[in-house]
T-cell receptor
Framework: GESVGLHLPTLSVQEGDNSIINCAYS??????FIWYKQESGKGPQFIID?????DKRQGQRVTVLLNKTVKHLSLQIAATQPGDSAVYFC???????????FGTGTRLQVFP | EPEVTQTPSHQVTQMGQEVILRCVPI?????FYWYRQILGQKVEFLVS????????KSEIFDDQFSVERPDGSNFTLKIRSTKLEDSAMYFC?????????????FGAGSRLTVL
């Protein structure tokens, strides 16, 4: 069935290092992908998105890579900061649908 | 920055009671959503709402659930007779267009505890 999953439930990095959070999706019909950050007690916060006609998109300190061949999505955070500590979710949307399908989440812990 | 606001932040109710969760979406947004997150699990889609009607709903959104936009600003989720398994964080979201084409902005959530 349709699913979005994450390889690593917890990722610990040192402040200043780069972080890479991975996500696998199974529905080849998905054409829109988003990364959300969720801090404790808050709702998901948009980080960056990418459409299926692209394979890379950069934001401020973040880069999303999409590999449609292996149905893989990753989020790269440069120079990770303590404020980046949160749970990160990938989500996918099928073309012309209303719903997002979320992955299970990866907790990012940043150590000084 | 515009935000989606939700009330209450936390509600405790007895099993079988009715609950209404309220949301004020971003004012120029046209699409509204409810998602839920059971503790420690992923965020799950419940329902989407556009032009005063449900546009899509999940299997979770059974007859116990209903949504309404009563006054042009509020967007509510009603659970008619709560069950223990309804305990979760409920997130409202809104977007300018449907979620496959535009970014959803989420509220901070309403935590529902059913005893």
């Amino acid at each position: 069935g349709e699913s979005v999953g994450l390889h690593l439930p917890t990722l610990s990095v040192q402040e200043g290092d780069n972080s890479i959070i991975n996500c696998a999706y199974s529905n080849s019909a998905s054409d829109y992908f988003i990364w959300y950050k969720q801090e404790s007690g808050k709702g998901p916060q948009f980080i960056i998105d990418i459409r299926s006609n692209m394979d890379k998109r950069q934001g401020q300190r973040v880069t999303v890579l999409l590999n449609k061949t292996v149905k893989h999505l990753s989020l790269q955070i440069a120079a990770t900061q303590p404020g980046d500590s949160a749970v990160y979710f990938c989500a996918e949307a099928l073309h012309n649908t209303d719903k997002l399908i979320f992955g299970t989440g990866t907790r990012l812990q940043v150590f000084p | 920055e515009p935000e989606v606001t939700q009330t209450p932040s936390h509600q405790v109710t007895q099993m079988g009671q009715e609950v209404i969760l309220r949301c004020v979406p971003i004012s120029n947004h046209l699409y509204f959503y409810w998602y839920r997150q059971i503790l420690g699990q992923k965020v799950e889609f419940l329902v989407s709402f556009y032009n005063n009607e449900i546009s899509e709903k999940s299997e979770i959104f059974d007859d116990q659930f209903s949504v309404e936009r009563p006054d042009g600003s509020n967007f509510t989720l009603k659970i008619r007779s709560t069950k223990l398994e309804d305990s979760a964080m409920y997130f409202c979201a809104s977007s300018e267009s449907y979620s496959g084409a535009n970014v959803l902005t989420f509220g901070a959530g309403s935590r529902l505890t059913v005893l």
